[in-house]
């Protein structure tokens, strides 16, 4: 059964209480907000994009230990890397938190995600939450406000 | 006759045990309502017992149970109308006449504007008209009316001239007064044609015949889980994803929002946009379990068990009442669900159910919502026999003995 | 304690039974939604059971019992609220919201115009808030908060102030987040006084306190079923009779006519002009059962118990959480009900509910739909715990048992 | 048990086959519309005052046999009567139509409603409607209507 420590792990925990790339970029960085309308969580995401490259990123918001955790997660995995990355980042990201429900009741994952999980470093501190459902809102709501941003970028010239 | 067990059926239905002054009841108002299997009430109990908490907003275990079971029913109605937009096309309304109401205040405010026509049918139940009236009150459009032939179909002889200026067509799959089916994938493809959407009033005919939103190319489909062996008070609005996502809010509260301040508000996307307030939750537990009982009949053996069972009684009713009796809708089963309007010569429909209802026959006198069409065909009501997947040859056996007593009574 | 025993109370309520995460359930989400005893349960199985058939347009025997079952819901609800016009002043809806949307967008749209105020508070639920936004955007009303003070409470300092060009008063009589009870007779009579209209919120306040329309002398309340022992699916609205008949119809459809042509339709007077389509039938047995059943009780002991709850509950955390927890209410019990919204530092209320539910314990993180509140107190969030007649001083027990373990886990 | 033959008494068959009173009047009379919306019956009441006299009264309209019988029995009990008269007679009617709900199960009145019966005439047939209480609203459809129509009335001057 899932308990509480799948959840709250220490990375997690640690990221909640320290927030990395908190704070606010002036313009012409990015600026996109992301509403959780059922539990009152906001998020903004800045990102600054310079030859393809996201060279910075900074957040601002409040909620819960998993979407703070998460966005703080996601800022230091995505930071400095190319869009490509970035957007590799993102899918796989996503990936862990649509893992099929028939695996929530096994204690392992698959060999495919086990190399994908590594990839994700400490993002992989996440995985616990697909035993949450509830909860998967919050941890991808960072992530969708980045895809969102990454689509608002003026076409490439 | 086909495979499929009425007998069976009827067990299921606890209902079916009452007795009627003297006489086991002889149902034949589905077309108002349909009795409710034993396992759809037990779906709701079971809610009740074991997961009642409100939906959304909970982290708690009961509050994500009642979660997936509400939302597991907008999967289960999305199924069953073959929606291939899936469940995030589903919005769960009152009844079929609020998601009437939806579409034409969300939609129909939105996009149809002073002079634009909606182009219903005179056969039409008052769900898909008032709503229009209101509209054309509060906006200008017209409304304006496909007519009824003598042989009580659509008459679309003059279709052509009918579409102009027609930005929406809303008919009804199948009348429940007539028992008429509509040929709604034509009336689609010449909707279409013409550039504007089309609505179908599903409340009769998903009940009764297989839907296939796929086959039926139409844009927004609206009905009732009460007529179709689920629980009163919820309905269901269908419309395509891109569709929805352009409409504006229609009721306003809690659940429908993205964000409130001092100055105003933000609606949510997808659904819950048209979903104000706490939702109709047991029902949609009870509607999943009416979906997955039709499931296992079969919705086209009840199409084609019903229609035997429709095709019997026309004949029966031809045979020993001519002269007296006249079915008010097509003579034969040919595009005709099970719905019997009766006009019995000298006898009103008030007292030909009121005697009935000495036999234990429940049938229901009056317009049947459907005003246009009565004064269309001069009348001011008819007795609606109607059937259901548990309706037997033998009511109709009744049915006969007892007008045969209303005949002779008033003769 | 009074007499008033809620261990009978709770052996009546199937979902008690229930383990969550190895332990008895602790619901504390009553706000949300009540549980449901099973003779609220067991009404609706009867009605399915032996009498479901749509109503009102029946003769038959079970269309006749549907429509008795239906009728008397309407009187149990006007008994309940001492509505001096009867059940004639009752109409059902699915929910409190569309109750508020009825009020905004027939009352409303008739009454209000360009300029005209609405004056609400704000500590309102968003289904007192967004119909107004809405009314505003579509009529050009205005929108006027009550503001809150620090104490949690409406601040009527500034009254007359905010009274000027008002035409309708709007307000909760018990917060749903706050806890807060209003002076409602004290509003209706300034209301009055400026030729002002005044409706309630009885959401929260009428499962929870006792409520006679004659004391607080107000012209409308709305609330729902399913808060106050009753089903999901039902919500009553109710108004003076001759205010009512004023009312132009809201939602189209079959039921609330008169009569239907192809020209236009003329609506039925009554609560019935407000009902359009097929209503809750089955909710509304399961509402009369919850009315039987809380006047079993007596609201006045409900009331009193709970009340009692509450001063504990805020007595203990005071104590066993000062500094760590502030609870965002009145601190004590004097015109305040069973919901107790936390703050706790550094845990966010979604955590906090989190690690709630590991110990079986149901309290309701969010904005509660008061996001104008939340935001007035600079918060995102609250978790709720909120009691209903079942609670019991364990229940409280258990939560702070919890709330211990999430504090020293995010310490 | 309420059977069909408490309702169905041969003077409504009668009325219901031969309706009295049946047709228009041209202005001055006046001309007053009821409805029962939940059947569909309609009915429209002519009536002609002259000195405080319901000089005529002519029906038409459609319903059920007990609408109709009760519109024509109606007719004949207040054509040519004083309106004082015909007030009293809507009065007894509309008292025999809401017979309290336990003498339901009753088989007899009391004797004051026996008296009032008595003095009904032809009218007292329709007592047995009470007994089908869906039915009330048919045989009250024309006295309502008529109530309205003496409602609506010029002031006497
Ligand atoms: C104070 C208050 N008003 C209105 C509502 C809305 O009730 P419902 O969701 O049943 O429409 C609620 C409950 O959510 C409430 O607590
Ligand atoms: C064809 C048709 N449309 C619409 C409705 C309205 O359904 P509901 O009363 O459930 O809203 C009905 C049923 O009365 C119907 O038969």
Redesign the pocket.
């Known amino acids: 059964m899932a308990n509480l420590d799948d959840l709250y792990r220490e990375i997690i925990l640690d990221h909640y209480r320290s927030p990395r790339n908190r704070g606010e970029l002036a313009p012409p960085a990015l600026r996109v907000e992301g509403f959780n309308p059922l539990c009152g969580d906001e998020i903004v995401v800045y990102v600054q994009v310079e030859d393809d490259v996201l060279a910075d990123i900074k957040l601002t918001g409040h909620g819960c230990s998993i979407s703070q955790s998460s966005s703080s997660l996601m800022s230091a995995a995505v930071k400095g890397k190319s869009l490509e990355q970035v957007r590799e980042t993102i899918t796989t990201f996503k990936q862990l938190m649509t893992v099929h429900e028939s695996h929530l009741s096994d204690e392992g994952a698959t060999p495919d995600e086990d190399a994908d999980i590594r990839r994700l470093g400490e993002l992989a501190a996440l995985a616990g939450v697909v035993k949450f459902p509830v909860r998967i809102k919050c941890a991808t709501l960072a992530w969708n406000t980045l895809i969102q941003a990454l689509d608002e970028l003026p076409a490439q010239a | 006759m086909t495979s499929f067990d009425p007998q069976r059926v009827r067990t299921d239905i606890p209902l079916m045990r009452r007795v009627i002054n003297g006489r086991p009841i002889t149902y034949l108002d589905s ?3 349909s009795l409710t299997p034993r396992t759809v009430i037990e779906a709701m109990d079971r809610y009740y017992e074991n997961h009642h908490a409100n939906v959304h907003r909970g982290v708690y275990q009961t509050a994500n149970e009642a979660t997936a079971i509400y939302e597991g029913a907008r999967e289960a109605a999305a199924r069953f109308l073959n929606a291939t937009g899936g469940s995030e096309e589903i919005v769960f309304t ?7 109401n939806l579409l034409a205040r969300s939609w129909g405010a939105k996009f149809l504007s002073h002079g634009d026509v909606v182009l219903v049918s005179e056969m ?5 008209i008032v709503p229009w009236f209101q509209l054309r009150d509060s906006h200008g459009v017209d409304v304006r009316f496909i007519p009824v032939s003598d042989d009580y179909r659509l008459d679309l002889s003059n279709i052509d001239e009918l579409m102009r200026g027609v930005k929406l067509v809303s008919v ?6 007539l028992g008429t089916i509509n040929p709604i994938r034509e009336l689609a493809d010449m909707a279409h044609a013409h550039g504007a959407l089309i609505a179908v ?5 998903v009940a009764h015949l297989p839907t296939d939103l796929v086959d039926l190319d139409v844009d927004f489909m ?6 179709m062996l689920g629980p ?1 008070g919820l ?1 269901i609005f269908w419309t395509r994803a891109e569709i929805m996502e352009a409409m504006p809010p229609f009721l306003g509260g809690g659940g429908m929002i993205k964000d409130v301040s001092l100055d105003g508000y933000t609606p949510a996307s997808g659904p819950t946009r048209f979903e104000a307030g706490t939702p109709p939750i047991a029902q949609t537990a009870g509607f999943s379990a009416a979906v997955t009982y039709i499931e296992g009949l079969g919705m086209d053996n009840i199409a084609a068990y019903e229609k035997e069972l429709t095709g019997d009684a026309l004949t029966r009713l031809a045979l020993e009442f001519s002269g007296r009796v006249r079915v008010i809708g097509p003579a034969d089963t040919l595009d005709r669900g099970g719905v019997i309007s009766l006009d019995v010569d000298g006898v009103h429909p008030h007292d030909v159910a009121q005697v009935l209802d000495q036999f234990g026959v429940c049938v229901r006198p009056g317009h ?3 005003k246009p069409l009565m004064r269309r065909f001069g009348l001011a009501a008819t007795a609606r026999a109607s059937f259901g997947p548990y309706s037997l040859v033998s009511d109709t056996d009744v049915l006969l003995e007892a007008l045969g007593h209303a005949v002779k009574m008033f003769g």
Not at chain 2, 94 to 100: L, V, Y
Not at chain 2, 124 to 128: D, F, Q, R, T
Request: glycine share 10%; net charge negative; proline share 0%.
């Open positions: 077309g108002a309502s009152k009844n079929a006449t609020e998601s009437f039409e139940h008052h769900a898909n009804t799959g199948m009348s429940n007064v009033d599903g409340a009769q005919s609206a009905f009732s889980a009460h007529k009163t309905g049947h919502c459907a």
